[in-house]
């Protein structure tokens, strides 16, 4: 009798100790996590809805089990909502772990310096893992910088750090500004820095150009920037084709061939670059330039000397085919 009662005992230890391993080993060991994946922790979800999400995407084999074995184990810090990788083979212990300390993924969308807010409109528009609509921005207001976020992440919030960032630069940038340049006001200075942005072929030239256009503007000179020309066309998108002489008539609030100053408004989204240069230009007495077949500009001081680099790059693009 005595034996028997050892021998229960035993085997009483024994599935005892067997079921603790198994408890164990289901929240240490592996769940269901075969590759690695991303799992999305929705805004404001409890953790029991996360483990009934968990479980019912086969990565944990039962919710109940993973709440009680994390009421014992786990940590009480609360999950943090976003999109988290999911490392295969990762255990129950990992997973809870993630969600509370782990990093949220980060998607990227740029916005390249010259985009005009039309197209940032689009390129928000089509980025999938974005919600929401937005209007198109008002041009100008936009920086252009790469620009993170979070899936599930609403269009309007991207945009008013996009906003946000602009309104900070030129906060910034506006009181360091050089005396005695064209522009007496911020919107001016961004809007000739649309222009300079536009017109620039080459990063080094941003200055010269800015000096350029800067004497323009206060000589009172028509600034003839094709780009505003094209921007009541196409709202800045490229026009792919050259422009008609019908054009460059045209009289409206933007066309600075047929306006004296500058346009009513900026003509795209200006980099820091571009707005650097307007509020520290070069100090240049050119008043003219063309393109000298390099992707850059011939400078000049006379419209004489300009002419000349106009026939200089005529015979360029004689000798290209291109006319």
């Known amino acids: 009798m005595k034996r028997a009662g050892c ?19 289901g929240w240490w060991g592996g769940a269901n996590v075969e590759e690695d994946t991303n799992f999305i922790v929705p805004s404001g979800a409890s953790l029991t809805t996360v483990a009934e999400k968990l479980s019912d995407e086969g990565l944990i084999g039962d919710a109940d089990g993973f709440l009680l074995r994390a009421k014992i184990f786990g940590s009480s810090d609360p999950i943090m909502a976003g999109e988290f990788l999911l490392p295969a083979g990762a255990s129950n212990a990992t997973i809870l772990d993630t969600f509370q300390h782990g990093e949220v993924i980060r998607r990227f969308v740029t916005i390249p310096e010259g985009m005009p807010s039309i197209m940032v409109h689009e390129r928000l528009m089509a980025e999938e893992n974005l919600t929401g609509e937005i209007p198109v921005p008002v041009e100008g207001s936009v920086l252009p910088d790469t620009y993170d976020f979070e899936r599930g992440e609403a269009r309007s919030a991207v945009l008013a750090r996009m906003q946000a960032a602009m309104q900070n630069y030129l906060a910034e ?32 030239e941003r200055r010269m150009v800015a000096g350029l256009y800067s004497n323009r503007v206060k000589d009172g000179m028509l600034l003839q920037a094709d780009p505003t020309i094209i921007y009541p066309i196409t709202r800045g998108k490229p026009l792919g084709r050259r422009i008609k002489q019908s054009e460059i008539a045209a009289i409206n609030d933007y066309n600075t ?59 360029i693009r004689r000798q290209r085919g291109e006319m």
Not at 7 to 25: C, H, R, T, Y
Not at 302 to 315: P, Y
């Open 7 to 25: 021998l229960l005992a035993g085997v009483l230890s024994l599935v005892l100790a067997v079921a603790a391993i198994w408890f164990l080993s």
């Open 173 to 204: 940038a506006w009181p360091k500004r050089a005396q005695g340049i064209a522009v007496d006001n911020v919107k001016d200075a961004v809007t000739l820095a649309s222009i300079v942005e536009k017109e620039t072929g080459k990063p080094s």
């Open 257 to 315: 061939y047929t306006m004296v100053g500058l346009p009513k408004g900026p003509i795209t989204n200006p980099g820091r670059e571009a707005i650097a240069a307007v509020l520290n230009p070069a100090k240049t007495s050119a008043r003219y330039m063309v393109a000298d077949g390099s992707g850059g500009h011939a400078f000049a001081e006379t419209l004489d000397e300009h002419n000349r680099n106009v026939a200089k790059w005529f015979e």
